[in-house]
Structures are given as C-alpha cells and as structure tokens.
C-alpha cells in the first residue's frame, strides 16, 4: 500500500510560481511512474505530468497545456515528487492530485493510488 499526500497549493497571482508536493508513505517509491492530474469540478481531469520509476528512466511526460512551463521532479529517497509550475495562468486553477502507477510507466495513463488533492487558484 502507498499514501501520498499533496502539499504547497495556494492563491498566486498570474505569471507567479508555486511548488507543488507529494510524499509518499507505506512503500518505496522508486518502483512506482508518479503522476499530477488536475480536475475542477465540472471539468474533464487533465493528466499535467508524469514522471516514470527507476525502471523507466526516470522520463517525463507533460500535457501540451503546461509544456515548457512546469517541471516533474523526484526524491525517491526522501519518497517525494514535486511539480515546480512556473508562470502560471488563470486556466491552471484546479485541484491537482498526484497519483502513483503500479508498473512503473507513464504509458498506461491510469494511476493506482492517489492522494486527496491541493488547490491552486491562479487569479489577480
């Protein structure tokens, strides 16, 4: 079993920053691709990025959407993933989950375990 719980959501004004945070417990993590998924209510979830496991290269994967702006990144030691994002838009308010996939790939683009989510509000 894997818990992960998100962190580092907040109110930012458009074109600022924040660093999301997502620590893991109950299992290592480096056999696990980790994902950021964001969802408002009443809107379709959009898989933000993903970042594969030891196994898979450590690749990164990014939604067209934040392309260039947002950055995946882990610690597997310190069992923690981050989502640095970077000149931020109001269309990027959401709640943001991270997620973890059992086989280790960004592939699949399901996730087994998920955290309880961290809103981001992007407004002036």
């Known amino acids: 079993q894997l818990q992960l719980v998100e962190s580092g959501g907040g109110l930012v004004q458009p074109g600022g920053s924040l660093r999301l945070t997502c620590a893991a417990s109950g299992n290592t993590l480096e056999h696990y691709a980790i994902g950021w998924i964001r969802q408002a209510p009443g809107k379709e979830r959009e898989e933000v990025s993903c970042i594969s496991s030891v196994g898979g290269g450590y690749e990164e994967k990014y939604a067209v959407s934040v392309k260039g702006r947002f950055t995946i990144s882990r610690d597997d030691d310190e069992k923690t993933v981050y989502l640095q994002m970077n000149s931020l838009k109001p269309e990027d308010t959401d709640e943001y989950y991270c997620?973890?996939?059992?086989?280790?790939?960004?592939?699949?683009?399901?996730?087994?375990?998920w955290g309880q989510g961290t809103q981001v509000t992007v407004s002036a």
């Open positions: 997620a973890a996939e059992v086989f280790g790939g960004c592939q699949r683009g399901e996730y087994d375990y």
